[in-house]
Every structure is written in C-alpha cells, then in structure tokens.
C-alpha cells in the first residue's frame, strides 16, 4: 500500500485555512485547534504530527476522536502508550521507516496501568484481536513494516518525510467534498458497531441526505463534463 | 428460464454455475439503472432457481470489471424521499449479499467505486495482476452507497479502508491482496479458466451446507462471540437432521 494517491491536481498549500495541523506538545494549543478544528466551517482536515518524543497527556486522544472531520497523523520515532492511543483515533496514518509502536502497560514503562484512552478498545479494531492481544499483554514493540502489515498504518515513507506526507495527503482530501468526507468518516466509523444490514440503512441515508448538499452537484457536473470539481464555492470559504 | 441477454448484462448457465456478466463494456460496465434493474431481474431467477449452486459476476471487455456508478444519471431522482424509496425497493446489492449460493466475483482491469462494492458483495474475489482497485467518491463529493463504507473496513481493517475512502488511494492486485480486498490474484491469461475452476467446485459443494456456512459467516460478522456459537451448533444440527435450508 505504498503507491501515491491519484495523481489528481493538489492545492499548493494549507494557507486557505483548509487544513489544520494540530499542535501537540502544548496541551492549551491542542484544545484550542481542537475547538477550532470543530467550529470553524472552512476547516476540512486537520493532521496531527507526532514524533515519539512529545508527551501525550490524558484526555488528549478523545479530543481527537470527537472530530467529526478526517484526521491524517504522520509519524516518526517511537510512537508508546497514549501517543499510540492518540493515533489509534485518527483516520489515516503514515510513518516513516525508524518508527516503531508498543503498547506496554504490564510493564514498568506503563506503570501498570491499564491505558484508559482508548488502547484497549482502538488497537483490537484496527490491527486484529491476535496482534493487539500480544501489544497489550507482552509490551512488544512493532516496526514500521508490522504496523504496515497490520493495518495499523496505510503508508510508509522515507525517514523524516512523513510530516510531509501526511500534509500531503491532508491537502487532497482537503480538496474532496467535505460533507462527504464527514459522512463517510461518520459511516465507517458509526457502521463498525453495527450489524451490516443496519449499517448500509445508515450508508444510504447519509447518502441521499447529501443529495440536498450542492457539493454533490458539483462533484457530478465536474465528473460529466470532466473537469476537477472545486468545493471552494460550496462552503462558503474563499 | 431467464437465461439470455439483457440490455446491459448477460445471464448464461453452464451446469450449476450462473455466469452473470455486466455489459457495457464501452463504458467499462458503469452500473446504471437499467444495470440495477436488468441484475436485479437476474438475481431473482437465480435466486429461485434450484439449479443453479454457485454464480460467477464478471465484467466485459477488456478495460476492466466496472468503473463505477454512471454518474451522468445522477441527480435525476425527483426527490430525496423518492431515492430512498427506490433504493430500497430494487436492492440489487441486498439481493446480492443475500444469496445463498456462494457467489464469485471474477475482477479484472478497472474496479472501482460500485465495481468494488459489488465485488465486496460476493463471497470470494479473485482478480488479474492488472486489475486496479479505488474508491473516489469523496473526489466528486459523493459517499458510497451500496456498501462501500461497510463492506471495506470488515474486509480490510478499518485504517486501509478509511484511507482507501478519504484518499482515493489505487490499490494493485498485489496490494488489494495484501490488504484482505481479494483472495486470489492469477495472470490475466488464466482468469477465465481458473475462476470457471473455482466457480465448479464451489458447485460441487452441497447447498444446504453451502447455506449454512454463509449464513454462520454473517453471525459471526454481526453477533456477540456467544450468540455467534450458539446459531453454529444450531445449523449443524439442523444439517446433520437434513433440515437446514429450509
């Protein structure tokens, strides 16, 4: 899963407040871009950055998973602990080749305690129970490669790029409908606790509720006349 | 008998196996409505017809499975209300799902958007080193709508599938592999003969435990562990008393 997205047309840059990359180190900052990332329209997709030597406090991966928007993360070092649980509620995750993740809370790096922000809830989902089971119980650090192989990430990148990379990504999602990528997160994310037949009657409805969004009608004229679709005008930014 | 063409798909038995084929192979099989409703007549004679053990769905021409939705049909619904009623009322992709034969899609070239929600609606997928695989719905502002944010993560894991979703990443045969998105991948060459092969045996096998297997499958999808065990030993007893199936 290493090749490059489509090779569709990306905005150059984040500067039209589209794309929100979230601070971690200072806990202030992170809830204010988490508010902001929340409230402000013209925000479409926020990146965290992590490298395994910020701290994660409590707290801090439930105001992820409260997003409502996509969230990409890239990351470097040794991504442990709460900084795994922060990630574990982002939506798409890229690394670089040096980084590795363990979730160790038997051992005396985890002070005996049970993660409580999600560790044992996110890993088991998004690795497999098997994997997770191991991380969990043993402590076992993963490398790069594993967590590619897991799932855990999507893509690996060479060392020091994946800040890069995952802004990137951030900016073509970004220039995607942003009701439908909220929509399909809120699907794929509210559907896994379903029963399949209940989550495809929350599929469709989420999807005739976008019939009354005009990025839809943007997107199929643009399709049938093959052009890029702009959502710009849309959402009332720019 | 309902074997023969349609407008936009064809319909032949050999032996027990049902060979359904979307064809509009100018436009790489996009799947429209009278798609949805030339299957949908499909599926229902497969569905009552007792001689039919296993189906194979593929897609014409050489460009590829299905690349898509038609989306120059979109937006000719009426109303809100009335897409969903029709969704509803013609829901090929529950008829799909909703066999009891084991089905097979047999995937080559482009698949993409329904291409591979329907592929992800049939029990086994087997595809050509050339097939490629996306989904951009949210490139043109559109979420899926016959799976495609369901069917992938309980295939893929939910990070591939998000990302798969929210990027519009492609996936080759070998990644799409890697990733739990298909089972099997063979040179193009061999893809007819190898998913006849398959498609056979799957014939072969006996239709109530075929029904059984599929149906303990969608449990152990949808239920706790302990109702999961408990519908199990239920539909083995049920076929070892020759009462499953029914």
Redo the contacts between chains.
Sequence with gaps: ?S?P??Q?PEYPDNSDGRVLTIPVSDRAAFEDACARASTDEAVRLVVVVLSGEVSVEPGMPASIAALRI?VVSGMSGRIDDRALELVLAV???VCDTNTTFAMSPASKAGNGQLPSDGGTQRLP????PGLATDMLLSGRRITAEEAL???????ICPAGESTTRAQQ?AR??A???K???R???E???K??DM???Q??RL???????????P??????D???VRRK?D?RQ?DGSQ | MTEGAFETVTYEKRGRVAHITLNRPEVINAFNVQMRDDLSEVLDAVRWDPDVAAVLLKGSGDRGFCAGAD??E??S?PS?SA??NA??ERDV??ALRDLTVPTLAVLHGHVIGSGVELALLCDIRIAADNAVF?M??????????A?????P??A????????M????????AA?AV??GLIQRVVKPDDLGRESERIASDLAEIDPALAGAIKAAL?TA???PLVDGLAHERRLSIMLDRGIAGT
């Design positions: 899963m090749n997205v489509n569709s996509p939506d798409v995750r989902r998004i690795v497999g192989r897991a799932g855990l990430v999507t893509e990504l073509k999602i220039s995607h409908g009701s439908a990528g929509f399909t997160k699907a794929v994310l559907g896994a029963p399949l037949e989550s495809l599929e469709a409805d989420l999807a005739i509720l976008l019939h009354t969004d990025e839809r009608a943007e997107g199929i643009a399709f049938n679709p959502f849309e | 989306l120059s979109f937006g619904a809100q897409a969903r969704r509803w992709f529950g996306s951009p719905e949210t490139y043109y502002g559109l979420i899926a709508a799976g495609g944010t369901q069917t993560p309980r893929l894991k939910q990070g591939r599938a998000l990302d979703l929210l990027t519009g990443r492609r996936l080759s990644e890697d990733a969608a999808r949808d239920l």
